[in-house]
Nanobody
């Protein structure tokens, strides 16, 4: 299994930017699909973006064109660059690893490792 630690969250104004990092350790992180999810108060956890082992990406419609996911396998780190942030992006952001799939999945149940989460707050 792989261990994940998120960082980079914080408070930002409407239209601002943040970059989240997900540092992976343990069993060969580069072989995993890594995705970002988020959960706002009172809402279900939702898929944000994912990146495959080969660098293929997939985004939720709500963040397409504003967020960019990337990975640096040499550093075992996945990044989420978030631009033009909106108040509705406010949530706890989690990264997750999928060790079994060969394509990016948007459901939480296939992911077998999760980080502890990092809070992102966008003020209007």
């Amino acid at each position: 299994q792989v261990q994940l630690v998120e960082s980079g969250g914080g408070l930002v104004q409407d239209g601002g930017s943040l970059r989240l990092s997900c540092a992976a350790s343990g069993r060969t992180p580069s072989i995993y699909i890594i995705s970002w999810f988020r959960q706002a108060p009172g809402k279900e956890r939702e898929f944000v973006a994912g990146i495959s082992q080969s660098g293929g990406t997939y985004y939720a419609d709500s963040v397409k064109g504003r967020f960019t996911i990337s990975r640096d396998n040499a550093k075992n780190t996945v990044y989420l660059q978030m631009n033009n942030l909106k108040p509705e992006d406010t949530a706890v952001y989690y990264c997750a690893a999928d060790s079994r799939s060969w394509s990016i999945k948007v459901v939480t149940t296939v992911y077998d490792s999760w980080g502890q989460g990092t809070q992102v707050t966008v003020s209007s």
